[in-house]
């Protein structure tokens, strides 16, 4: 039963990819009535004409962001495409229909029947909700899509969001994020005491520990922040989305790879009562939309980085470096702490944390001879070359 088992999610999977093909480059037009309403108005509840169910989509995003925004926007029209137009799903950035951070009680309430975030964004609703996200030190995207889809991560994921009545699926992934962009140099651990830095997640407790102050803030409220001196550091994504941002123009340094976000998953919640009303085939098709978008997601990000970063050191004379040795090891080892914690905070953190930690472990062993090995080889090559 489970080879079976396997062999349908890996089909499904398959399947939810081929949508890909359809719905690449095109933006879903986020204008259109909705239940009689406007962004402005953004109308009511499901309403169902001649068979046609009508979802709102709302984002905690900013209206075509790269990545996040404009991704949310081609799941609503794939969606809707796909299922022939019987399950039509309009799209909203943030503050068009609730302000960003207030998508996931939105959702439970059923203002919107969906919403596309971050899924750490809800870490006062419960402690493991990050572990679905990214944690410090965690998972890649690759790690974190075969923990959720073939290592029990989705099952895990549906026990903690069935307390709040949603239920959500992968839908996009940044990749390993930046460190952040700094006023002044990071040199050692003595250099984050006092700093006041945008992060949010469990990452936040890490640079609290390192002696400075994190503050979490959605996209649009960063660069004000910088500009006024609020905060003195952020993090926001990587090249693509923070060279959009202008952080070049109020940031000198910045550093990168980043110790907390390998692979920030964003999510398609949905409340509970709304999906279950679906019928199977249903779905089924927004499964395999939202796990299309988990594979377009990062490669998205994977394409649009390596430019953008040329663009910011070639173009904008930003300071790119990594972080020096030491401090980055204590990174790492302060993370293990904190998310090693949360194990204690009740019974389902723990089943959370020792699935997720059991398949972390895992995958590093095997790392050593998968893309990791491969690359670090690859590496080793071209410079003696």
Partial sequence: MKNKKNFLKRRQLLVGATALTAAAGLLASCKEKIDGGTPDNPGKSTSISKGIIQWKMITCWPRDFPGGGTQSQKLAKRITESSGGKLEVKNFAANEVVPAFEVF???????????HAAPYYWISKHKAIPFFCTVPGGMTAMEKAAWIIYGGGQELWDELYGEFGVKSFLAGNTGVQMGGWFQKEINSMEDFQGIKMRMPGLGAEVVNRMGGTAVNMPAGEIMPALQSG??????????WNDLALGFYKVAK??????????GTANELIINKASFESLSN????????ACHATALEGPSEYFANSGYSLDVLKQEHNVDVRPFPKDVLNNMFK??????EETAS???LHEKIYNSWN??????MRYQQYGDFGYMRDRALAYEKS
């Fill in 281 to 288: 085939d249903l779905k089924s098709l927004v499964r395999d």
């Fill in 358 to 363: 059991n398949f972390l472990n895992q995958s």
């Fill in 105 to 115: 009680d939105a959702v439970r309430e059923g203002t919107a029947e969906c919403g």
């Fill in 230 to 239: 609020v905060i003195d550091a952020a993090e926001w994504v990587g090249p």
């Fill in 334 to 339: 302060i993370s293990k702490q904190v998310v």
């Fill in 345 to 347: 905070l009740g019974p």
């Fill in 253 to 262: 340094y910045y550093y990168g790879p980043g110790f907390h976000e390998g």
